[in-house]
């Protein structure tokens, strides 16, 4: 086992992690003050969502320039602190690398952009025609370039140009940008939008599937083949020999491809996959007013299946990031106790199989944000989906009831301390507001209280950490068309856990018979009946 399957990571988004400056936005020193709080949630890395330099159109993941430290969150020195600060406690840094495209500010573009024929003329994907692809983030997928004339391919927003995989000069590049952070001793990496790198031979126009007239670019590149030539490049250049793990977001591998991504064969030792947090919609596209209601047998099977396919191999146990809205808003029905849900959630989190990922926030129960008006909002791709809604003819309540649901700003407000204004998170003006609820939901609070999440939170990883059968015992999934209850065991050799989670409002019996030999270990309720309570999380060891 590795050091990184033994221990949980924790996500970290800067920007609404903790402001020491008081300018409004957080930062890398507010980062080291808190590693004390990290490491009691006994995680072993911590992911930093993008820190370099950045003209921050998408939050940092529009990068200038790969081997910076953008001043709003500090400097390098300060970054070099953070390592050795966090090795001092026994926890990595992973650093996210957005490859597929960079700023549209980054100096390669600027002179990519300068003529058809200057040194960089084919760092990015540039041509005469284009065609009728959506990006991710709404509206063509191109953009003119007078300077140039022609148009320049970008997967996500205007200001992010996709780069050239096919040129070996910018793989070798953006080998060297990442050695740059492999040298200063950082134990990983997030990889970003990986699935979108190879781009088809030919590019054609896709079906139109909505009143924009244009057709989703996720259905027409991601994981094209001949993908993994570049990524087993990427591999041995970069990962090849260290003691670092790399995680990698593909949207779009299904779990039977799993094998050839992950593992001894495969490129990364892990991939966030999206099949059990994008299930309400369909293809993978997230167009956030076609989301589909969806049963508890799906849900389960999403997971299962990603299990099954990662027996030999490892799997990233997820349900918040900074581009989902908060868990207990989205996987329990309305109407649920929000505490007991968010235990719940984390009771899964830390049985099945997998190094559990924790996004800030998720330890104390964080929910969505409340923003009334789509001029509240922040994130560029909530614009996008509002004006996509817009042109399928929503008026503005029906297209905000679904900003107010899916928006990535639901995850980003910032961290809540304690009950102090802004809590605790800045002394200026927050750069996105606080949850109103931070007087009854922050840090300060729940430490002092033994039945909170976050200290429920903390059982949770002590036991997963300390044992065997839960880092690496066998899973399997009992009673997978039960619509009202999610139950499966760990084991190895004669010992056994069983989580059960109802995922309903009400009561619901007990399974015949499973629990024969059982004892609760931990769960939501402090007490015990041989029948669920409403949202009732319960671990049993056998
Ligand atoms: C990934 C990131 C997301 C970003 C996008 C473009 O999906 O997680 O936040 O907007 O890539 O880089």
Known sequence: MNWWQKKSVYQIYPKSFLDTAGNGTGDLRGVIKKLDYIKSLGAGAIWLTPIYDSPQVDNGYDIADYTSIDPRFGTMADFDELISEAKARDIKIVMDLVFNHTSDRHAWFKESKSSRNNPKADWYIWRDEKTNWRSIFGGSAWEWCEERQQYYLHTFATAQPDLNWANPEVRQALYDAANFWN??????????????????????????????GLSSIHNIIAATDGILDYLREFKEKVFDGRDIFTVAEANGVKPENLSEWVGDNGVFDMLFEFSHVNIMFSNGVEIWHRSNLYKLSEWKKALSDSQNA?????YPIYFENHDRPRSVNTFFPAGSDKILAAKALATILFTLRGTPFIYQGEELGFENAKFNSIDDYDDISTRGNYDLARADGLSDKQAMKFVQKFSRDNARTPMQWDTSKNAGFTSGKAWLPVHDDFTACNVEIQEKNPDSVLNFYRKLSKLRNSSDVLISGEYEELYPENEELYIFTRKSGDKKFMTIVNFTTHEVEMPAQILKGGKKVMGNYSDEKNYLRATEATIYEF
């Open 310 to 314: 990662t027996r030999e191999s490892w």
């Open 183 to 212: 040298k200063r001793g950082v134990g990983g990496f997030r990889i970003d939008a990986i699935v979108y790198i190879k781009k088809p031979s030919e590019f054609k126009d896709g079906i139109v599937d909505s009143d924009d």
